[in-house]
């Protein structure tokens, strides 16, 4: 271990990580791409690089994920007879109509001389009775008329069939080029039934579109000149068959297929031939930067098992960085020069010197278990992995569970593994907290370790997180001190220390040890003076006045310094006296720097009868947490886990916990039963919260908030009563009693009803005796706003 307590763990590690040496290209940067001379992959973080992450639900295990294959639709009998019925209803109508049940029939009209008001087509002319014949007045109007009719009946057939249903399952779903191709063969159809004059053996009649045309033409203009100009008929032509061929296009999707095919040309593939795709081992995001060179000496480093998967982790992080910066000249020179050890973390080391979990650095997720495949579980999840990852733990996550239940073992441990391994790779900042007792992970995971009440520990905790604003460091140090108590208000015990820190730190440009900030919160006069003394003669007048509010304020009813000062008495103990600011060998540390740097910290509780100072410590490190995570603009994600989070949630930590979604941080928070939680807090609690986990073994007490905090849902329930048949008839009822005799039964008859009911998605019962052993039930939601079901997982497997 170095001076400042950070290790060098490049070689030390059970596998350890060879240096890199830039080898020599294979091949030439500038070489072209051919899917035929791509290597094989020959090492295990080239495979692990090259497998498919596809996108899933939030806690599904993406690394080799297959999503679950959509099942055959299949058309519904009724969804069928929707489209043929009306189809059928309106064949009837339609063949009536043009035998005459109806007023008029339908007959050709002769072709006259232009010199008569009579032109060819088919018009509606009267009946024709037995020996007279009847004129056609109105032969336009009527042809108008028969076209209204038709349009009509095309409107009714489609909006009372299922044509969407029907269209999207035979034609939507085809791939390219056979969509495109129904739906032209359909457009085919359509025209041939428009114009049937214009495809030879069509030995039917035309539909009404173009004769209403012609003829509204005519009655609009009150003449026939338009119908001799060729022209004005052409256009009339194009414009019916642009309009009957409109709809087959859109649904047979032409217009995309024709620009990928334009656009395949252009790029000299064939079309409908997918571009050939760089395995991810190739680095193909730096070939398509223009970094050839880097992209080269990468891939020899990942075939020639060079590298981990950390390091691929942490350059493919610091290419995107070199991207958003415009730093891409410095990055090719820094891969040039130190191939895969480049941008190594501070600490040397490359990889943690043992994993007990299953981690996809690239997609940030660490493997906590198997989701099961229940009723209620949704498709996706069903047999799926169950895995966390910064996306959900920035919502926070609130895990519940008595002793032994898996807390710490299948949750804590592997997520502050998985967060310390992001730190390597640049990516996360982590403090994990142990339980007294039970320090997590092992010494060599973490780059600074602080054992509070330990003579050995390297590092102390700074108690005003090297603040030098005594407003916030008095907010800081009211929070832990107090903030669990109701008899005392937060912001009262803010302004009496900050009255005492000002004054103190102008004068000794310090803040003071926790043993001289007990004797300022006491007030006596021999404390006092000579800090009023050195204001006076340093014509301090704004701090003098603070410090003699302060002393006004002593012993007063509802003074919060005597309550200030007792807390402070629980860490005024002989194996504290070097820790906290106590001047020890211990060098300070400060949590303010996981807001600059990917450290890993483990700050570890005193134990042996100190549980309430153990406490009021784990409260000082949440709130300097929430105080140096919301400064600036941070690249890495930022977490703290609490293996045991008792006493430690107060409403202003909760209030605080709200806004880390939006500060790229988040906390992690494990507790033995809610009830370690003011009740006054338990609905904003699991509010603030956007992850929830509920073990085995919970009480019914604890698995009523979470089903609170669950909600309900709508179910579809079928009820089925059975009724007994009574008889009226003689006969019958001598069938009934030989029935009754025969299979010793009444006869009865079955009433299902099928209802919509509210059900809770998990019951405090289910949750206190359902939920089996090994197994938790988990939901989540990303910083996005996605949310995952309360569903059960498996944390054995």
């Not at 603040?467 to 937060?490: N, Q, Y």
């Not at 698995?703 to 006969?731: C, I, K, L, N, Y």
Request: aromatic share 6%; proline share 8%; hydrophobic share 45%.
């Amino acid at each position: 271990m170095d001076s400042d307590g950070t290790r060098d763990t490049r070689g030390t590690q059970a596998d350890p990580v060879p240096p890199a040496v830039p080898p020599r290209p294979s091949r030439a940067p500038d070489a072209p791409f051919v899917p035929g001379q791509v290597p094989r992959t020959a090492s295990t973080v080239a495979a692990w690089l090259d497998t498919a992450r596809p996108a899933a639900r939030p806690g599904i295990w993406r690394y080799g994920y297959r999503p679950p294959k959509r099942t055959q639709e299949r058309l519904a009998p009724v969804t069928v007879a929707g489209m043929l019925v009306p189809l059928a209803l309106a064949a009837v109508v339609w063949s009536l109509w043009r035998r005459g049940v109806t007023s008029y029939q339908f007959a050709p009209l002769r072709m006259f001389t232009p010199d008569d008001w009579w032109w060819g087509g088919t018009v509606v002319s009267p009946k024709v009775f037995e020996g007279r014949a009847v004129p056609s007045p109105g032969a336009e109007a009527l042809v108008v008329y028969e076209g209204v009719s038709f349009a009509v009946l095309v409107l009714a057939v489609a909006v009372l069939g299922s044509w969407r249903a029907i269209v999207r399952h035979y034609v939507g779903r085809r791939p390219q080029p056979a969509r495109a191709l129904i739906a032209a063969l359909l457009a085919l159809f359509a025209l041939s039934l428009v114009f049937p004059d214009a495809f030879p053996g069509a030995g039917w009649s035309a539909v009404p579109v173009v004769d209403p045309l012609l003829s509204l033409t005519v009655l609009v203009s009150g003449s026939y000149e338009p119908m001799t100009s060729p022209s004005f008929t052409n256009t009339l032509y194009a414009v019916v068959t642009l309009l009957v061929v409109w709809p087959f296009a859109r649904l047979g999707a032409w217009w995309p297929y024709a620009k990928e095919r334009l656009t395949a040309r252009r790029a000299g593939t064939a079309p409908g031939t997918p571009a050939p795709v760089r395995p991810r081992s190739q680095w193909p995001a730096l070939r398509d930067a223009g970094q050839h060179e880097a992209a080269e000496l990468l891939t020899a480093e990942v075939t020639g098992d060079r590298m981990n998967d950390v390091d691929c982790t942490r350059i493919e992080h610091a290419f995107a960085a070199a991207r958003r910066g415009a730093t891409l000249d410095a990055f090719r020179d820094t891969v040039l020069r130190q191939g895969g050890a480049a941008w190594t973390h501070p600490s040397g080391a490359r990889d943690l010197p043992r994993r007990t979990a299953r981690h996809d650095l690239l997609a940030g997720q660490v493997r906590i278990g198997r989701w099961v495949a229940a009723e209620r579980a949704p498709q996706p999840y069903q047999g799926a992995g169950a895995a966390l990852g910064p996306e959900v733990l920035g919502t926070s996550l609130l895990a519940v569970g008595p002793s032994g239940s898996g807390k710490t073992r299948a949750l804590v441990e592997p997520v502050t593994e998985a967060l310390a391994l992001q730190a390597l790779a640049g990516r996360c900042a982590v403090v994990a907290v142990s339980a007294p007792g039970s320090p997590l992970g092992a010494d060599d995971a973490f780059d600074v370790i602080v054992r509070i009440g330990d003579p050995s520990s390297v590092h102390d905790l700074d108690p005003y997180a090297e603040s030098d604003d005594p407003d916030e460091a008095a907010a800081i140090l009211a929070e832990a001190l107090v903030g669990d108590l109701d008899t005392v208000g937060a912001q009262g015990a803010a302004t009496a220390l900050a009255q005492l820190l000002g004054p103190f730190r102008a004068v000794h440009g310090r803040f003071p040890s926790l043993p001289e900030l007990r004797e300022l919160l006491e007030g006596e006069e021999r404390t006092l003076a000579p800090l009023r003394e050195a204001l006076t003669a340093r014509g301090n007048d704004v701090m003098r006045r603070e410090l003699e509010a302060r002393a006004r304020q002593t012993g007063t009813p509802g003074d919060a310094g005597r309550a200030l000062a007792d807390r402070l008495a629980l860490l005024n103990r002989p194996v504290f006296a070097d820790f906290l600011g106590g001047g020890g060998p211990g060098r300070p540390f400060s949590l303010r720097a996981v807001a600059h740097h990917p450290l890993r910290v483990r700050i570890d509780l005193p134990e042996r009868g100190h549980e309430e100072a153990g406490r009021l410590i784990a409260r000082l490190v949440l709130a300097q947490f929430h105080a140096v995570v919301r400064e600036g603009r941070r690249a890495h994600f930022a977490c703290l886990v609490l293996d045991d989070a008792t006493g430690t949630v107060t409403a202003e930590s909760v209030r605080r916990i709200q806004r880390l979604r939006s500060q790229n941080a988040g906390v992690l928070l494990a507790l033995r039963s809610i009830g370690d939680v003011p009740e006054a807090l338990h609905g904003p609690l699991y509010g603030a919260v956007g992850c929830r986990m509920a073990f085995c073994g919970v009480t019914t007490w604890d698995g009523s908030r979470f089903a609170q905090a669950w909600g309900t849902e709508w179910v579809e329930t079928t009820e089925v009563a059975r009724h007994t048949v009574f008889a009226d008839q003689p006969m019958t009822r001598a069938f009934h009693a030989l029935r009754k005799l025969v299979t010793g039964k009444a006869v009865t008859t079955d009433a299902v009803t099928v209802r919509q009911v509210e059900r809770e998605r998990w019951s405090a019962s289910e949750l206190a005796h359902a939920v089996p052993p090994g197994h938790a039930v988990l939901s989540l939601t990303t910083v996005e706003g996605e949310h995952a079901p309360p569903l059960l997982v498996d944390l054995r497997d």
